[in-house]
């Protein structure tokens, strides 16, 4: 049995980088950047109007006021879209739309607010000064061409959806998905259409787990239930490590007879680096590599499972893309009931976790042991309670992994 720390060392420490792909920008979502991205164009590539109203030659306002408002001759007007055709000179403005390029002469923006057409159309009344560059964008002032938008190592979310748009860069360079197999064991195990017999279950870990590996960012590829029988098991395996970058299974890694898994991994050329960790829930946690291949033997305990999963594969398969935040955020929370445990193992505990006044709160949700994943569906978290601790009182502070948007 190894401590859970040295575990989530061993297993990163065997994770490798997949390779960039080329990917449509909108099927860049989601994925990481694996270049920097550069702009291709001066943003705004104009000196451009924040408002509408009326490009003008600032000096000329110099002494408008509402009782003496300075009246100057409109000469042409200027829709977003449009390029101008003419010089403002002193005594002279263009009518100007919000998005559109300031015209030669012209200096500054006054709002059409602080402004009034005369009644032949030709002139407007202006009873604001302007300040030099006032409700102007100049040219280049976001961004400069060849200036660097993103880098390498971005997670691309809407925003960054957005940017490369505004960049051109319709095509990027992204990290592949990684795929991952998942496999359920277990003789009693019956698809979920099915209704169970006596002595079946039915399968839930390898559809939580499907949906945790697609949650972490990677392709879930389904090969099915496999009977605790060492040549199904090898088959199925094998069949997992031709198609994919990890191979997940759930079942069959405890003590039992029929605990054959790490046995399979072994005949399947995969090197078993630990097979127990020291933590609650999900003790008998197999890992192995083959190559760059990554082979995880998840406990058969539903609540073990998705935990083990949380904690061990998400961190990888969000490293395999080279993710920067891998690990959940952990914040610091207090216990709103005392809790106790039987020391020997760090505990990972399904909690419910809110902000109160500014301070996180933390509370077990309740279970009946491992098993019981209708208790998950109550928890937003897990509070980790060291190896050696035997009981926590209501107001101690733990360590809270929150796993909010799970
Ligand atoms: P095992 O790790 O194979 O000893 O299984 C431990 C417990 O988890 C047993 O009660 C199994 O019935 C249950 N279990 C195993 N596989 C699954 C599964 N795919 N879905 C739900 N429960 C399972
Ligand atoms: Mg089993």
Redesign the pocket.
């Known amino acids: 049995m190894i401590p859970m720390d040295e575990a989530v060392r061993i297993v990163l420490e065997h994770t490798r980088t997949v390779d960039a792909i080329s990917a449509d920008l909108m099927d860049s979502l989601g994925r990481v950047l694996a270049e920097d991205v550069a702009s291709d164009v001066d943003m705004p590539p104009f000196n451009k109007s924040m408002m509408d109203g009326y490009a003008v030659f600032g000096e000329d306002l110099r002494e408008a006021s509402a009782e003496r408002p300075a009246v100057l001759e409109v000469i042409e007007e200027i829709p977003a879209g449009t390029v101008p055709k003419k010089h403002v000179s002193g005594g002279q403005a263009a009518r100007i739309m919000t998005g559109a390029p300031i015209p030669e002469g012209a200096d500054s923006v006054v709002m059409v607010e602080d402004t009034a057409d005369e009644a032949d159309g030709k002139r407007v009344k202006v009873f604001e000064p302007t300040e030099i560059g006032e409700n102007v964008i100049p040219l280049g002032e976001d961004l400069r061409q060849g200036q660097v938008v993103l880098r390498s190592g971005k997670v691309i979310r809407p925003p960054e959806v957005g940017i490369l748009a505004s960049v051109g860069a319709v095509t990027v360079a992204v990290y592949r998905q990684p795929t991952v197999a998942v496999i359920?064991?277990?003789s009693?195990?019956v698809e979920p259409k099915n209704r169970p017999e006596p002595g079946q279950?039915?399968?839930?870990?390898?559809y939580s787990m499907m949906a945790q590996v697609e949650r972490a960012g990677a392709k879930a590829q389904y090969l099915g239930?496999v009977e605790?029988r060492e040549s199904d098991l090898e088959r199925v395996i094998a069949e997992g490590l031709a198609a994919c970058d990890v191979v997940l299974l759930?079942?069959?890694?405890?003590a039992?007879v029929?605990?054959l898994v790490q046995t399979a991994m072994r005949v399947c050329g995969v090197e078993v680096l630990f097979e127990r960790i020291r933590m609650k829930p999900g003790k008998?946690l197999t890992f192995g590599v083959r190559g760059s291949q990554l082979v995880f033997g998840l406990?058969?305990?539903?609540v073990?499972?998705v935990v083990g999963l949380e904690l061990l594969v998400r961190p990888a398969i969000r490293k395999m893309q080279e993710m920067e935040e891998i690990h959940r955020p952990i914040v610091r929370g207090i216990l709103t009931e005392g809790f106790r445990q039987t020391p020997g193992r760090k505990q990972y505990v399904p909690a419910l976790c809110k902000a109160h006044n500014g301070v996180w709160e933390t509370c077990w949700v309740g279970h009946h042991g491992s098993?019981d994943?209708f208790s998950l569906s109550r928890a937003n978290s897990l509070f980790v309670v060291e190896a050696e601790i035997e009981r926590l009182n209501e107001g101690d502070a733990v360590d809270v992994i929150l796993l909010e948007e799970w």
């Open positions: 359920a064991t277990g009693e195990v279950i039915r399968n839930s870990n390898a239930i605790d759930s079942g069959g890694v405890s039992g029929y605990d008998p406990p058969g305990n539903p073990s499972a098993g994943l």
